[in-house]
C-alpha cells in the first residue's frame, strides 16, 4: 500500500512539474537546401552571445563554435553545429539550429520536427567566416 502511494506521488509530482515549463512555440518551417558543388560555407561565432527564449529558459551560444551553413528557410539562413549538438529547452528538449538574419539571431530550425521558432527578441551575433580548406 505505502509502495503504490510512492509510486502515485512520485508520479504526480512529475505531471506537475512538466506542466509547469511552457512549450516552445513552434510553426512549420521547411528548408530550402542549396545544391552544393563545394563545401558548405562555415561561420565562427567570435563573441559568446547570451540567449534568453520565450519559455523563459536561457542558453549561450559559445565562443569559437563553427556552425555550418545547411540551407534556408523564409525568416533567414539556418546554420547547424559542427562536432557538437545544440538544443533549446521548455517543455522539451529540442535540437535546434540558429536561423540568421542580418547577422542577427532571428530563431530555432528544428530540424527533428521541421519546426521552427522564433525568438521574441533579435539577438546580434559577432561571426566570422571559416575557411574551408
Known amino acids: 500500500m505505502i509502495r503504490k502511494f510512492s509510486v502515485a506521488l512520485i508520479a504526480a509530482s512529475s505531471l506537475a512539474l512538466t506542466a509547469c515549463a511552457p512549450m516552445v512555440a513552434t510553426a512549420p518551417a521547411k528548408i530550402a537546401l542549396t545544391a552544393q558543388t563545394q563545401p558548405a560555407r562555415q561561420i565562427r561565432i567570435l563573441k559568446m552571445a547570451h ?3 520565450d519559455t523563459g529558459y536561457q ?11 545547411a540551407g534556408d528557410v523564409p525568416q533567414g539562413q539556418v546554420f547547424r553545429p559542427v562536432k557538437s549538438v545544440f538544443t533549446i529547452e521548455g517543455r522539451q528538449v529540442h535540437e535546434a539550429y540558429l536561423v540568421i538574419s542580418d547577422a542577427a539571431l532571428v530563431g530555432f530550425y528544428l530540424p527533428g520536427e521541421s519546426n521552427y521558432s522564433a525568438l521574441s527578441n533579435r539577438v546580434l551575433l559577432t561571426i566570422g567566416n571559416v575557411s574551408n580548406d
Open 59 to 69: 542558453r549561450d551560444i559559445p565562443l569559437d563554435s563553427i556552425w555550418r551553413y
Open 51 to 53: 540567449v534568453t527564449l
